[in-house]
């Protein structure tokens, strides 16, 4: 399919990854990549991309992540994993890079790249290229009487603003189409973003900040993710989103 969208967006999609509470957790070996597919069961091209997906989620130096989008639901299936949000997100990032490029299957790597999401050797690619500095920061998670404490360590210095997000999935997902260009077909997902919320801001220091564990909490999640991303003001106040600057899974135990 690979439309091309171009067009503006409204609202900056906060990340929260749901969970619920081990007692504590800290961050294991720090992730080389963020992985954002943008993806719709509307769309014939996404299948591949959706497997692609759920293989390079079982890389722990890698953190993928599924963001189903709506702009493809008037095609005879509604998604139903589908945010009206992760598509503004995928239309800000388009803008911030100034490509216009909006599409499915989309993987954004690291807030900075993009490639057709079916494509491993692009998306392999763009790891390469972008993980040989490293992400600025590490984080250190560590869930404790209700709150969830969240330690921002810089590894180099960072002067763009950053915000702090929990980000919370669901870790399988698998849905059945009984209409429209994937009729007939099983599609099966890893790490479904269920919901964004900002939680804090950085400012390129050492500290931890602290979010209440329900802030990790969302229908159907059982695992979340924080990461820390720079952004810059866009129109109408609204924060466009730039570079993963840190990120770390949270795991969930209901």
Known sequence: MLPVLRQSAAT???LIFGATAALAQTAGKAPKAVLELFTSQGC????PADALIVELAKDPELIALTLPVTYWDYLGWKDTLGKDSFARRQKFYAKARGDGQVYTPQVVINGAAHAVGSERPEIEKAIGQLATPGFAAQLTLKEDNGSLQIRIA???AVTEA???????????ASVPITRGENE?????YANVVRGMVRVG???GKETTLSAPLSATQA??????????????????GFMMPGAILAAAKGLAAR
């Open 219 to 236: 229908q159907d999640a059982d695992g979340y993710v924080v990461i820390v991303q720079a952004e810059r003001p866009g129109k109408h």
């Open 154 to 156: 810089p590894t180099r």
């Open 201 to 203: 801001d950085w400012d």
């Open 184 to 188: 007939g077909k099983t599609l099966s």
């Open 12 to 14: 900056v999609a906060v």
């Open 162 to 172: 950053a915000g702090v997000w929990i980000v919370p999935t669901t870790r399988q």
């Open 44 to 47: 014939s091209s996404c299948p």
